[in-house]
């Protein structure tokens, strides 16, 4: 960690030069691989607040200098098919550059990333996925999508009123993260305020210039529900028009028909439809991936994953169970892996350091790389 403002400014004399707090130029032919990790590094986690805004602003800068840009308003990722959005929650620089790298051995820029953490601000993000991109040579621009707690009151659950979620759509705005996610669960999304809220979000975003997702979280398995659910949708997204409708895991076992519906509904209210995959991992008996579907969004669980594995130190394994044991209530009757699964940002909130570095674990690596493997040739990317 750099001593204070002083050592961090004669730190950065010897990678790079700034003018009026922008990138000008490397010392080099671009900037080593240890000072972008060190920058990373201190951007998020340094102490001082100071230092680490300064930073995150160095890191989008140097990207922006070496030509690396956040993708604007409506434009589409780079390559044809099924693209690729990734769920990656809090301090997920190593995590980023492991799917930048596998998507840039194949030429694809059809990837987005989803911040997946609302502890994580959009500055912060956004700086992250900077130092990525400038760590793995990344030659396309950078898709970011900023994803909102659902609305106060929805079953999700971690609701927030209509006034905090008007704030996060501006900060994120102020971040230049162009795209959006709204979620709400069905039976959050048909109460009848829900739609003078949602319709108030989507004017808010489009006037801050923001292309917006909408998320339909875990329709029912049953089908009962889909013409009124649906109606609501059409008389949403009637002025206000979103950009995509993402559906549940559970949309990969539904009928034909029903995801026939569903993208006919999809393309009448001008929507591109959007499938989650559950966990990131491909199952041989799972059912295939629905056809008509434009994105591939897929949420990795990554800190449940990296404090199971067995590389993880095993004391601090037992330390993160064992803080959640105390700080979360009803924890007995779970396992350390549904422990993990349903309070992991908490986790990674309290531990967000120890789950930093995967420099560490190199057969964790392996095995997330081998993961994108099979979902790059599920998505016809080989």
Known sequence: MYRDLEDMRQSLTQILTLENGKVTGFVGDSLPPGAVDALARNAVFHPDPTIRTQLRQVLRSAAAFRGIRLAGLGEAPVGHGVRLAVRLGGHCYDLARLVLRSAGARGAGSVVFEQGWAGQSPWEFSALLAAAALRENWRFPLHLRCCLPPLAGDLLGGGEDVEALGDRLSTASRAELANVTLRGSPAGLLRPRSHGELSSLLRQAREQGQAVSLRVQEPDAEAQSDPVLLDALHSLTRDQAPRLLTLGSGARHWSSERLAAWRRAAGGAGLALSGIHPGG????????????????????DWATRIVLHPEFLAERRREVLGWLRTHRPDTERLSDAQLLALHEYQALGHFEFELW????????????MAMLDQLYTVLGLV
């Open 357 to 368: 570095d995967l420099d560490r674990m190199p057969s964790f690596r392996a095995d997330f």
């Open 281 to 300: 991992l491909l199952d041989p008996e799972s059912a295939p991936l629905p056809a008509g579907l434009e994105e591939l969004r897929v949420d990795f």
